[in-house]
């Protein structure tokens, strides 16, 4: 690997790394904001996805669409495929719960459910990165 792709490397997984340090502050709240948490679930998977892509020399395409970010990155993670559905719950997090409108509010199982997909997708995706 050449220097810049470790640099890029290295700056998605800081970026996927302060995510998940949010994501842990929150939940050691009184207050945790289930949304919010949610939102920085899936941030740290999608910077993670994005981390594997760039370590592959495939460029991350500008998206908050997990399961496609997964899709790309499946020949280098096989451990993926089955993991469809979770991609889908967590890209529902990233894009349309973090704006006003028809969402009810997110119940604090689905936010422990959030917490727990995106603690397995980051157990898998940052094993690979440190291959």
């Known amino acids: 690997m ?11 997984r800081k970026k996927a790394q302060s995510d998940w340090a ?3 502050i929150l939940l ?9 948490v949610c939102f920085h679930c899936q941030q740290f998977v999608e910077k993670l996805l994005k981390a594997v892509l760039t370590l592959h020399d495939i460029e991350a395409p500008k998206t ?9 990155a499946e020949p280098f993670v096989p451990e993926l495929c089955t993991r469809g559905s979770a991609a889908d719950a967590l890209t529902v997090h990233g894009v349309e719960t973090s704006y006003p409108g028809d969402w009810p509010e997110i119940e604090l199982s689905e936010m422990n459910e959030v917490v727990e997909l995106s603690k397995k997708f980051g157990d898998i995706l940052l094993r690979k990165l440190d291959e």
Not at 28 to 36: G, I, L, M, N, Y
Request: charged share 30%.
């Open 28 to 36: 050691s709240s009184e207050q945790r904001p289930a949304d919010t």
């Open 64 to 72: 908050h669409d997990v399961r496609r970010l997964m899709q790309l």
């Open 2 to 12: 050449n220097d810049e792709t470790r640099q890029a490397v290295g700056q998605w």
């Open 22 to 24: 949010t994501v842990e």
